[in-house]
T-cell receptor
Framework: ETGVTQTPRHLVMGMTNKKSLKCEQHLGHNAMYWYKQSAKKPLELMFVYSLEERVENNSVPSRFSPECPNSSHLFLHLHTLQPEDSALYLC?????????????????FGPGTRLTVT | AQTVTQSQPEMSVQEAETVTLSCTYDTSESDYYLFWYKQPPSRQMILVIRQEAYKQQNATENRFSVNFQKAAKSFSLKISDSQLGDAAMYFCACLISNFGNEKLTFGTGTRLTIIP
């Protein structure tokens, strides 16, 4: 399988549940990202990982907990979410964590996980 | 807090014609960067063009150019000689960098359709 994959593609969870989103990249990249795309809202960069270390956390609430066990896998652990957290969560990878800020690099996005919090 | 506004959810242009996508932003920082990203159906996010706020000269990359009006906080993207491959979502973004802490804010995007 090539590119960036995300599972599950759809997730419905209650506010007291704990769930995890998984992202896997098969591109040999060493930087991975979590983005949130809400309806009619700007795309938000949540977390940036480079070589399995977090280098960016854009003021994301602690109910979102990322984990990067190796350069190919990225998780987003979810607990006690709110209905306003319902959104499309996109994972991306690149050869450099600078990709969002540097035209020398491209980000490759996964298909996203559509999350609904009830 | 900074904001980025794209007031055109959708735009269309005839192939080979020119189209301009609008973007306005608001930030209290004096040092920042502005970007236009292209997201085609393949879901890649491609950095199209970048403008440093301290530079008065408008950035240009082949058929893509910007009209940067700093006082008006406007950063529009002009695509000349539109091609079918230009069809995509276009996001405007503003980056501030403060002592190693970087904040990147995106607009809501403009869907560009190219009419053959």
């Amino acid at each position: 399988e090539t590119g960036v994959t995300q599972t599950p593609r759809h997730l419905v969870m209650g506010m007291t549940n704990k769930k995890s989103l998984k992202c896997e990249q098969h591109l040999g990249h060493n930087a991975m990202y979590w983005y949130k795309q809400s309806a009619k809202k700007p795309l938000e960069l949540m977390f940036v990982y480079s070589l399995e270390e977090r280098v960016e956390n854009n003021s994301v609430p602690s109910r979102f907990s990322p984990e990067c066990p190796n350069s190919s896998h990225l998780f987003l652990h979810l607990h006690t979410l709110q209905p306003e957290d319902s959104a499309l969560y996109l994972c991306a990878s690149s050869s450099s964590y600078r990709a969002p800020f540097d035209s020398s690099y491209e980000q490759y996005f996964g298909p996203g996980t559509r999350l609904t919090v009830t | 807090a900074q904001t980025v506004t794209q007031s055109q959810p959708e735009m269309s242009v005839q192939e080979a014609e020119t189209v301009t996508l609008s973007c306005t932003y608001d930030t209290s920082e004096s040092d920042y960067y502005l970007f236009w990203y292209k997201q085609p159906p393949s879901r890649q996010m491609i950095l199209v063009i970048r403008q440093e706020a301290y530079k008065q000269q408008n950035a240009t990359e082949n058929r893509f150019s910007v009209n940067f009006q700093k006082a008006a906080k406007s950063f529009s993207l002009k695509i000349s000689d539109s091609q079918l491959g230009d069809a995509a979502m276009y996001f405007c973004a503003c980056l501030i960098s403060n002592f190693g802490n970087e904040k990147l804010t995106f607009g809501t995007g403009t869907r560009l359709t190219i009419i053959p």
